[in-house]
């Protein structure tokens, strides 16, 4: 009878084990996702005034489809950022950009999504566009 429990119990250790292996989108990995905001300094008009890579914006990132953020860096001088120690998954990272034709001067959300398929892989993400 002991035998038994001893093996029951050790195949629910087993099962837990293997079930609890298996890890989430999210903090904890050794992924890295990195890239780069690209600003634009737009005139009331419409002109473009300035434009290139900024430096001090903020950039967010969630598991993809989760609209609650988990980090937040800000860009260097020359406009990259960098979110290290991610687990494999869907990522979306973002940055605010000023909106001239949105109701009541809004903010609007540039978006992209990110993959990281390998657990040490670092993905390069498309530039940011965004306008000031």
Known sequence: ???????GL?????CIGI???????????????KGRVF???VTTSGNIKDSGYIGNQRVFISVSGNTVQ??????SYDGSYEFKFLRKGQYDV????DCDTCVWAQQ?????GIDISDKKQTVVAPDLRIIF
């Open 39 to 41: 600003a634009t300094d």
């Open 94 to 97: 973002w940055a605010y950009s």
């Open 108 to 112: 609007k959300v540039i978006l992209t």
């Open 70 to 75: 988990f980090d937040d860096v800000k860009t």
């Open 1 to 7: 009878m002991i035998h038994y429990l001893r093996a």
């Open 19 to 33: 079930t609890s292996c298996k890890k989430d989108a999210g903090p904890g990995g050794l992924a890295t996702i």
């Open 10 to 14: 050790l195949a629910a250790i087993v």
